[in-house]
């Protein structure tokens, strides 16, 4: 496999046309798809940080606007921010009908091209866990500079401490069993973290938790930029919204029939299928449906076709 050599290069790799940029994101080129998953993630983003109509809002890792194109009609200016130039052309055709949204190519592991204090609110989804810790870091501090005083930060990264944080993490793990010790891995590749570690990183940063919610494969983290604002009001509101941003059981419950149908295969998977042939439990089945027919699309080479009962008119 070829590993590239840094961040840039890889993700401009991912994302030489729409098609690949939406997979790399997403898992589809569906823009329906990307636009239900975007819609449930900005909801989530909307509840951690109680977004206001005046509010401007920095994305750390836009990709293609998924998030971004649902929240910007909804705040005063929405900037994402990526490494990938490739992924920026993309977005910025995704959201060409906002006056109101920017975008900023990285260069490095911080907001250099962005001013002091000038965001409300930040946020970042599912894109720490292709970081190494030392930019994860290093982009924290940065947060430090460019969001104001009592600035609120939402974000996540994946969670060995709870069981299927792990099973996921032991996904990763095999195909190093083998490898040379000396052979570069993949910068893009999953990484993983847990909540104590997530804490020390925002207190050395410069921002005091709000709340986290671990109890899923995922740490979500909620902190207030030091020097302003009321954090025990903060606690309180995040927590009465806790319904509206951590992920249910029922999502982790999802979660683990999607890992356990990639290491099992079309088994593991048509049962999963069949499960959800019935979306009534709401949003979250009908989204991770979508998924694992996207998993399955992608390997029909060697699992074959998708039998005709387990896809919805």
Not at 122 to 128: D, L, P, Q
Not at 166 to 177: D, S, T
Not at 180 to 196: G, I, L, M, Y
Request: aromatic share 10%; glycine share 6%; proline share 5%.
């Amino acid at each position: 496999m070829l590993h590239l050599p840094n961040y840039k290069t890889t993700w401009d790799a991912k994302s030489t046309t729409p098609v690949h940029a939406m997979l790399s994101v997403d898992g589809s080129a569906s823009e329906e798809r990307i636009r239900a998953t975007g819609a449930y993630t900005a909801r989530q983003v909307m509840a951690a940080l109680d977004l206001k109509s005046t509010d401007r809002v920095l994305e750390l890792g836009c990709g293609v606007g998924r998030i971004g194109r649902e929240l910007a009609p909804h705040i005063a200016h929405w900037e994402g921010s990526d490494i990938s130039a490739n992924m920026l052309k993309i977005a910025r055709e995704r959201l060409s009908g906002f006056a109101n949204a920017g975008l900023t190519e990285l260069t490095r592991s911080n907001f250099k091209p962005l001013p002091d204090a000038s965001f409300d609110k930040a946020y970042s989804i599912a894109v720490f866990i292709h970081m190494d810790k030392e930019d994860f870091y290093l982009y924290l501090e940065d947060w430090a500079r460019v969001v104001k005083p009592g600035g609120l930060l939402f974000f996540d990264t994946w969670n060995t401490s709870h069981p299927s944080g792990w099973r996921r993490f032991a996904v990763e793990l095999n195909p190093f069993r083998d490898v040379v010790p000396t052979e570069r891995k993949d910068v893009a590749r999953n990484q993983f973290s847990n909540p104590e570690e997530v804490r020390s990183f925002l207190d050395h940063a410069g921002f005091d938790v709000v709340e986290m919610f671990s109890d899923s494969p995922w740490v979500q983290a909620i902190a207030m930029r030091r020097g302003g604002g009321d954090i025990e009001a903060e606690r309180r509101r995040v927590r009465a919204a806790k319904d509206r941003i951590a992920y249910s059981p029922l999502w982790t419950e999802l979660f683990d029939n999607l890992i356990a149908s990639q290491l099992e295969g079309t088994m593991s998977l048509t049962a999963a299928l069949e499960t959800m042939q019935d979306d009534s439990r709401g949003e979250e089945v009908s989204l991770f449906r979508s998924a694992f027919i996207e998993v399955w699309r992608h390997n029909e080479e060697s699992w074959g076709p998708i039998p005709e009962h387990l896809i919805k008119p």
